[in-house]
């Protein structure tokens, strides 16, 4: 099983991102999904989480900003950001709650795309 992110790059601040995560492999079921950033120096955060049922939960700094939505037919994931700010500079990585064809639940994590907000 594999999560693969893309969607970083360079966004001038006030611009928005869209980023997308997708699953694949031996995949029976995906449980939660979510979105976690590391920037650099500091420890990886969670930024956005959804369930199966679409069910949402925003951590403060994001809310109003953000938006994570999941599309459970393509085993995908996705974070919208608006109004960027140079302090969401960072390594966005994806992350699920995977049950494998062989009824294994694991937790997996995509390698991260790096999201640079400067003008």
């Known amino acids: 099983v594999q999560l693969q992110a893309f969607g970083g790059g360079l966004v001038q601040p006030g611009g928005s991102l869209r980023l997308s995560c997708a699953a694949s492999g031996s995949i029976r079921s995906i449980g939660d999904m979510g979105w976690y950033r590391q920037a650099p120096g500091k420890q990886r955060e969670l930024v956005a989480s959804i369930t199966p049922s679409g069910a949402t939960n925003y951590e403060d700094y994001v809310k109003g900003r953000g938006t994570i939505s999941r599309d459970n037919a393509k085993n995908a994931v996705y974070l919208q950001m608006n109004n960027l700010k140079p302090e969401d500079t960072a390594v966005y990585f994806c992350?699920?709650?995977?049950?494998?064809?062989?009824?294994?639940?694991?937790?997996?994590w995509g390698k991260g795309t790096l999201v640079t907000v400067s003008s």
């Open positions: 992350n699920a709650d995977i049950k494998t064809v062989f009824n294994y639940a694991i937790n997996y």
